[in-house]
Nanobody
Framework: QVQLVESGGGLVQPGGSLRLSCAVS?????????MNWFRQAPGKQRELVVQ???????TYIPSVKGRFTGSRDNAKNTVYLEMNSLKPEDTAVYYC????????WGQGTQVTVSS
């Protein structure tokens, strides 16, 4: 059983930064080839933000490319999402996702970008 716990969300002004963390337990992250960050804005479908492979290569959606940086620390069993130059349209609940076995999700962390 894999458990994911996100943290680091909050309220930030446009142009600000936040760093999200996702603590993974129940399975060594060395055995999880890809980790993902998703987000879901009010009234919208959940969307994939970034895929992070075991070799730490990343694939971003166009709207966050150049502003967001996904990374993983297998030794700490933790995944990160560094978000810079935040915009109001980045407001969403952000979820960590491990696409192994039946797939595992965290509970999400709220990010609100507003002045």
């Amino acid at each position: 059983q894999v458990q994911l716990v996100e943290s680091g969300g909050g309220l930030v002004q446009p142009g600000g930064s936040l760093r999200l963390s996702c603590a993974v337990s129940g399975r060594n992250m060395f055995t999880i080839p890809t980790m993902n960050w998703f987000r879901q804005a009010p009234g919208k479908q959940r969307e994939l933000v970034v895929q992070i492979t075991g070799e730490s290569s990343t694939t971003y959606i166009p709207s966050v490319k150049g502003r967001f940086t996904g990374s993983r620390d297998n030794a700490k069993n933790t995944v990160y999402l560094e978000m810079n130059s935040l915009k109001p349209e980045d407001t969403a609940v952000y979820y960590c996702h491990a696409p192994v076995s039946r797939g595992y999700w965290g509970q999400g962390t709220q990010v609100t970008v507003s002045s």
